[in-house]
């Protein structure tokens, strides 16, 4: 029942003209530094529905926001502008305020509030604001209404802001001080997430230490969170016992993005009705791919709550584990915080990485696990990730390391190949036989299959591509079978028989698409004066500018260059600039 005065004979009750009130009830106008692109978009959406949504985790600015579009466009509404939480009073202690605001305060309420607001409004001009709607609340009923709302109701999702517009938020805070140390605030901007309340949470823990570098402060900003979580709780209240486990348990999540079936590892059963909850609740954000991802603020406030359960993380690494080959990202994330022996494991599913950082921190794991066999294995992997990088000094010291342990054969094939790096072909062959024999002994037909590559590379004799491509095709193995056809048409072109490596490049790109692959086949189109040579040199490019492959790219530009393609070499040589820049701006 009502609890508020209720007219008996409301039904057939009409209210006179309503009297002069026009409240003002939204309060200061705040500055917003930065999110102009969202602001523009809200007003574009209320003035075309009259309903404009901002939704989004705690601590992005939501009601900042709302508010400062509400002021902007006070001016439309003469007859009143009303705000309420919807957090703190019930939809019908909202509605009865309301129309005591428009009214005056002991006008009769009615059964029916929505019917009397919309008779109190008639055809005055009055603009709503409310916080923390929820998807019970009908906000059509309000005509002209910007809302804020944690969970995900549509309208504008409001994410992080951008590093520009946390630093111009950052500035007003802090003046110069954010220009005389520009790495240091952007140090900030990373601490904080991009999360307009930790911003301003950390600026003005700055602003106490007035004398201080921010280069320093910035490490003291994880102490400043406290101010921050409260923003949190709330959201993590709202959630039933076995939903809030799963938030705590994604506290131990170490990913960018991630999978539903990593959650469901973490948690050790099929939560993805918890996953749309927490969705729902902005605690959790879709990322391409029906992937999910999680603040790292949210992350750090999951990982303070008790209580925690340390075999999660255990089931995590496990998955990242069996699935290294398809999640290469976070396996590659995942060795950071391993223990040894899942390190070790997740090391010898990326070999194909070549990452120096995860061999190292295998090498380091076996040493620790005083495995002699696996150490060995470890240093001739990282051996290789040198070697790619074309350290050969770093690469020839992990492999000699290798072998004073064991003749492994991966650090002979790492041999093997510093020595056709430096042009000792004969020492390679040798090298690259011992490893041959080793994998035929033990049936790896996968290795063997890799060894006869070497090896046609090493001695020039075709033979060992046709081996190494009738071993593809048996196993299924479509890299290399491409590289097979690829080698033998590296050895017809150096015989001028370009017509035949043309046709072995086509069965290399039948096999898998490889940029390589395509500048050797224009090559041999160039050879013949082909006209060919353009498309094959252009796909090359484009394939390298989509796979932001900078070498590749610029390799294209110089053989479209040397054709005499020079439009169509400027073009993609500035591409290629362009991956470079991007690369510098990237580095760490």
């Not at 709330?234 to 539903?260: C, H, K, M, T």
């Amino acid at each position: 029942m009502p609890k508020y005065p209720v007219d008996a004979s409301s039904s057939s009750f009409s209210l006179p003209d309503p009297p002069g009130r026009s409240p003002r009830q939204l309060g200061p106008d705040p500055v917003v530094h930065g999110r102009a692109r969202e602001l523009a978009l809200l007003l574009d959406v209320l003035d075309s529905s009259g309903v404009a949504v901002l939704c989004g985790p705690p601590g992005t600015g939501k009601t900042t926001l709302a508010l400062r579009l509400a002021h902007s466009v006070a001016d439309r509404f003469p007859d009143g502008q009303l705000r309420a939480d919807l957090s703190v009073l019930g939809l019908d202690d909202v509605l009865a305020g309301f129309i005591r605001a428009l009214t005056h305060p002991d006008v009769r309420l009615w059964a029916d509030l929505h019917a009397q607001l919309r008779e109190v409004l008639g055809t005055r001009r009055v603009l709503f604001l409310l916080d923390n709607a929820g998807a019970e609340h009908d906000l059509s009923l309000f005509r002209n209404v910007i809302a804020t709302s944690r969970e995900r109701l549509g309208g504008l999702v409001l994410g992080p802001m951008s590093t520009e517009d946390s630093l111009t938020l950052l500035r007003a805070h802090l003046g110069s001080r954010v220009d005389s140390e520009p790495d240091a605030a952007r140090g900030f901007v990373e601490a904080c997430g991009g999360l307009p309340l930790a911003l301003v949470v950390a600026a003005r823990f700055a602003l106490l230490r007035t004398t201080a570098k921010l280069a320093t402060l910035v490490e003291e900003i994880p102490a400043e969170r406290g101010k921050v979580y409260g923003a949190f709780e709330w959201a993590y209240r709202q959630l039933s016992p076995a939903d809030a486990r799963v938030f705590r348990l994604l506290g131990d999540g170490f990913e960018r993005e991630f999978s539903i079936d990593a959650l469901n590892a973490l948690a050790g059963g099929d939560v993805r009705p918890t996953r749309n909850r927490l969705l729902s609740l902005h605690l959790l954000e879709n990322a391409p791919g029906d992937r999910i991802t999680m603040h790292s603020l949210l992350r750090e406030y999951a990982r303070t709550l008790e209580p925690r359960e340390p075999e999660a993380l255990d089931r995590l690494l496990d998955h990242y584990v069996s699935v290294a080959d398809t999640e290469t990202e976070n396996a590659v994330a995942a060795v950071l915080v391993a223990d040894d022996r899942r390190r070790l494991a997740l090391a010898g599913r990326l070999v194909e990485e070549m990452s120096v950082e995860v061999q190292t921190a295998a090498v380091e794991a076996a040493r620790s696990l005083a495995d002699r066999s696996a150490e060995a294995l470890a240093l001739a992997h990282l051996g290789h990730a040198w070697f790619e990088r074309g350290h050969l000094e770093e690469a020839e010291g992990c492999h000699a390391e290798a072998l004073a342990i064991c003749r492994e054969p991966s650090a002979l094939t790492g041999m093997g190949n510093l020595c056709l790096a430096i042009g000792d072909a004969e020492s390679a062959t040798r090298l690259f036989t011992e490893v041959l024999a080793v994998r035929v002994a033990s049936r790896n037909a996968q290795g063997e299959a890799r060894t006869l590559l070497s090896l046609g590379q090493a001695t020039g004799k075709i033979h060992h591509y046709e081996q190494a491509r009738d071993i593809c095709e048996r196993i299924g193995d479509v890299v290399r079978l491409g590289r097979a056809y690829n080698g033998m048409g590296n050895l017809h072109q150096k015989e001028g028989s370009y017509e035949e490596a043309i046709r072995c490049y086509s069965l290399a790109l039948e096999s898998c698409m490889d940029g390589s692959f395509l500048l050797n086949m224009g090559l041999a189109y160039e050879a013949l004066n082909s006209p060919e040579a353009l498309g094959c040199y252009d796909r090359a490019a484009e394939y390298a500018f989509r796979m932001r492959d900078k070498e590749l790219l610029a390799d294209a530009a110089r053989s479209l260059h040397a054709a005499g393609f020079v439009e169509q070499a400027l073009r993609r040589m500035r591409q290629a600039e362009s991956l470079y820049l991007t690369a510098v701006d990237e580095s760490p």
